[in-house]
């Protein structure tokens, strides 16, 4: 007799064979009286979730936020009181890449972080750059068709891409930071984090002001160039941030935030809700708040990573959201796609669930494991959960205005390029500008991407600037270069 456990159906019931199925005979047909085998192969062509359209590589591991300054005078929230310890979880991943695809590969990184605070889940869901391609979300879907592939061919087309991104101009500081070598992070522990909309936060008193999350990685940034990206196994990134965490090396990073006060937003120099621009540090420093650090892998990958569902709506007392189009956008489309992907009940699997109670009048639909029960409805006269009329004012603000379709408003100093010639002309080293050539000229050379495109690319980079277009051109050979 084994000491083994005996195999069971998903019911529990003792299984009698893991080799052969139930047959007329040795020699015979199968029977569809043999559960347990329909069972594993129903169950088996039911074992993927509909992936991610965007993001859909990735990786994550659980850790600790803890604050170490005083921040109150600018928030109530529980999470960001000095102090606070807080568990969180994190997913990294890769943009415009399949479930399957390579770690290393040009791309954005994902940098979304679920923080289990005492007051709801606080969802931070941010890139490891600063900015974005574009600041309207009625261009979302096209941009990332744009990046992904052809309907005829099924393949990922430069041509499409630098289409796109000439045509849609605020994309050039997004794509200029993304032909730098930060384009191809070494590891998902070498590489910042920022939240990248601007936010609101309130304090007890109900002062209001706009802030910027940055995750400075305390490992140092590393990147590969574009050959060493080339050359990594595919999972490269996933495989380092697990084993890291295994052998006991926790990564952690710097947590830092810009505070604006509120009344600046009208007259600063800069859209301070354009996602396609930062903040400068000179204007607004990071200021310390804390530290945050992974400790923990997953035990699976599937129920907490591919499972875990990351949405901006998650905004906890003290935080709340800014006129910022993209994230309005987004606080609509994340918990949409959960819906879709995961089920409606998405937050109730263990990884996406608070750890504080639920008082919910939402009730039903597939796979609902908790039921607050009776009473299901509001008002009630029984005794059922209330809302609290205090949480009122925490994040309104005035805005008045006729209905429109419109561009931001431009501040002073607002264009699509000014933002990338600083990160040319005054933060690039030389070799991180010969670098960002050469990434554009591989991107750009490639067999796709046609004669008339070519002239287009150069008028972008030299839009940036002037030497970085006359680079571009020689190496395209576009003629008056
Ligand atoms: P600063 O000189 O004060 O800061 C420049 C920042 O750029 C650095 O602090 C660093 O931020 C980041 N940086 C450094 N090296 C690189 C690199 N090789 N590739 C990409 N980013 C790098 O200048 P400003 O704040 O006035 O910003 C100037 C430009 O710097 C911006 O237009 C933007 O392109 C870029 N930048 C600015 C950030 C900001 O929030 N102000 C953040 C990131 C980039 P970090 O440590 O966060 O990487």
């Known amino acids: 007799m084994s000491d083994r456990p005996t195999t069971t159906t998903d019911a529990g019931i003792p299984a009698p064979s893991d080799d052969h199925s139930q ?65 969180s979880l994190v997913r990294f991943s890769s943009v415009a890449g399949e479930l399957g695809s390579a770690d290393a590969g040009r791309d954005p990184r ?70 730098t070598d930060r384009g191809t992070p070494a590891s998902w522990r070498h590489m910042n984090g920022y939240g990248s909309h601007t936010f609101l936060w309130y304090n007890a008193a109900g002062d209001k002001f706009w802030v910027k999350y940055h995750f400075k990685t305390d490992q140092g940034i590393k990147n590969f160039t574009a050959e060493e990206a080339d050359a990594q196994d595919p999972d490269v990134h996933i495989r380092d941030l697990y084993e890291a965490i295994k ?30 621009k930062v903040w400068p540090h000179a204007d607004y420093p990071p200021i310390t708040i804390g530290r945050w650090t992974l400790n923990r892998n997953p035990e699976n990958y599937f129920a907490e990573i591919e499972q875990a569902a990351f949405e901006p709506a998650n905004l906890v007392p003290g935080i709340g959201a800014s006129p910022d189009k993209m994230l309005q956008g987004r606080l609509f489309s994340y918990p949409d796609t959960h819906r879709y992907r995961i089920g409606p009940n998405y937050l109730q699997l263990p990884v996406n669930r608070p750890k504080v109670p639920v008082h919910t009048y939402n009730k039903d639909g597939g796979m609902a494991y908790y039921n607050s029960g009776d009473p299901v409805y509001a008002p009630n006269s029984v005794g059922g959960p209330v809302a609290d ?51 554009i000229l591989i991107h750009a050379n490639a067999p796709e991407v046609t004669g008339d495109m070519k002239p287009r690319v150069v008028e972008y980079w030299r839009n940036v600037h002037k030497d970085l277009g006359d680079r571009v051109a020689r190496g395209l050979g576009v003629n008056g270069s």
């Open 23 to 87: 047959s007329v005979g040795p020699n015979g047909p199968l029977l569809l009286q043999d559960h347990y085998l329909i069972q594993k192969m129903a169950h088996f062509n039911r074992e993927r979730v509909p992936e991610r359209v965007v993001h859909a590589k990735g990786g994550g591991a659980y850790g600790v936020l803890e604050i170490t300054e005083d921040v109150s005078q600018y928030t109530r929230a529980s999470l960001f009181q000095k102090g606070a310890r807080t568990e």
């Open 110 to 179: 994902g940098f979304a972080i679920k923080f289990y605070t005492d007051e709801g889940n606080y969802d931070l869901v941010g890139n490891n750059t600063p900015v974005f391609f574009i600041r309207d979300p009625q261009k979302f879907s096209d941009f990332i068709h744009s990046q992904k592939r052809r309907a005829d061919n099924h393949l990922r087309d430069n041509n499409m891409q630098w289409d796109f991104w000439t045509l849609s101009p605020e994309s050039a500081h997004q794509v200029s930071l993304l032909m």
């Open 247 to 276: 052998r006991g090396d926790h990564p952690s990073w710097t947590v830092q935030v810009q505070i604006m006060p509120f009344e600046d937003a009208a007259d600063y120099r800069f859209n301070p809700f354009d996602l396609t």
């Open 389 to 439: 009329p205090s949480l009122w004012a925490g994040d309104t603000y005035g805005i008045a205005g006729e209905i429109v379709r419109s561009a931001y408003t431009l501040h002073r100093e607002d264009d699509d390029y000014g933002q990338a010639r600083a990160l040319w002309e005054k933060v690039l080293s030389d070799v991180d500008r010969d670098h960002m050539v050469h990434n």
